[in-house]
């Protein structure tokens, strides 16, 4: 009885290992490479497959996500002979995962080692200064080697960056002080164009100022010379409308006398030749009227027109 029961358990557990040998479950986005008896036999898709116990086998369960590999960084000597440490990061994916399985044993570091020749080359055909301005230029190159090459492995390189280029630490100081004093360069050129520019505006304002005040005193000594000449041909258009004698004028002239003389610059003034003459006829005119009303001119009066006749001459 006992000798029944350990067969029955036997025969159980090979069941279930055979069970289980059998059916294969694979997840999404994953394949599974199957070989009989050491050969290559199908490729098992996701979803429930079915195998030959104990004479399938899965050899290699393959992801077929995009991955993500980080390389640590690498020495390379630029053109100019200067080490730089560059940090790389791979963006892969498998797209035939037999090949990735069969046509070589480690595509990661196979791709790693690619990776860091490729640089080698690209950044040593390249300066420091453009090395570090040049990444598309590197990444595309980089993308287009690793491409090439690891197509036949089944493997498609989706893009590479450069996550950093190191220089070495004399060389970072020597950067920093280049770009310091550039700085300081282009502060002062601006602090130089901002006070050429407020010297401009200032001297702009200046002379508009100027030549605003030489228009408004041109315009009023144009107002004035208007004015006085509009008074001056008012005067004259009134004179020769009276029509004044010579006695008339002499008398007005006479009148104006004490004010050309109370000037402080006037040194000498004229009198016309025709004053003398026009006192005379004053002189007659009046002892012509003092003759018809029957008087005399006192002694006092002409000896007052005769002072004024010394004074005029």
């Known amino acids: 009885m006992p000798a029944i029961t350990v067969l029955v358990i036997a025969v159980a557990l090979i069941a279930v290992v055979t069970l289980a040998k059998a059916v294969r479950i694979v997840p999404q986005q994953r394949q599974d490479v199957v070989e009989r008896l050491g050969k290559y036999k199908r490729t098992l898709n996701p979803g429930l497959n079915l195998l030959v116990p104990f004479i399938d086998a899965v050899r290699t369960k393959v992801d077929m996500r995009e991955q993500v590999v980080s390389f640590p960084p690498q020495p390379v000597i630029t053109s100019d002979n200067l080490v730089v440490s560059i940090d790389t990061v791979l963006y892969y994916k498998v797209i035939d995962s037999v090949r990735a399985t069969y046509e070589i044993s480690n595509f990661i570091q196979a791709i790693e080692q690619l990776t860091v020749t490729t640089l080698r080359n690209v950044i040593g055909s390249l300066d420091l200064e453009r090395a570090l301005t040049s990444r598309e230029e590197i990444n595309r190159h980089l993308s287009g080697v690793l491409d090439e090459t690891t197509g036949r492995w089944g493997i498609k390189v989706t893009r590479v960056e450069i996550k950093a280029i190191e220089p070495p630490p004399s060389i970072r100081d020597s950067m920093e002080k280049q770009m310091r004093a550039e700085r300081d360069r282009r502060a002062a050129i601006l602090n130089a164009e901002g006070h050429k520019q407020a010297q401009i505006l200032t001297a702009e304002g200046e002379k508009q100022a100027a030549v605003l005040r030489a228009d408004g005193d041109r315009q009023a000594r144009i107002l004035q010379a208007e004015g006085q000449a509009k008074a001056i041909r008012t005067v004259f258009d009134a004179v020769h409308q009276a029509n004044p004698s010579q006695k008339v004028l002499a008398y007005q002239y006479l009148q104006a006398l004490p004010q050309i003389a109370n000037g402080t610059a006037n040194k000498v003034w004229i009198v016309p030749a025709e004053l003398t003459k ?35 001459a």
């Open 278 to 312: 026009a006192l005379e006829g004053m002189g007659g005119a009046l002892g012509g009227l003092s003759r018809m009303v029957g008087d005399e001119p006192a002694p006092e009066a002409a000896d007052h027109a005769s002072a004024v006749e010394r004074e005029a």
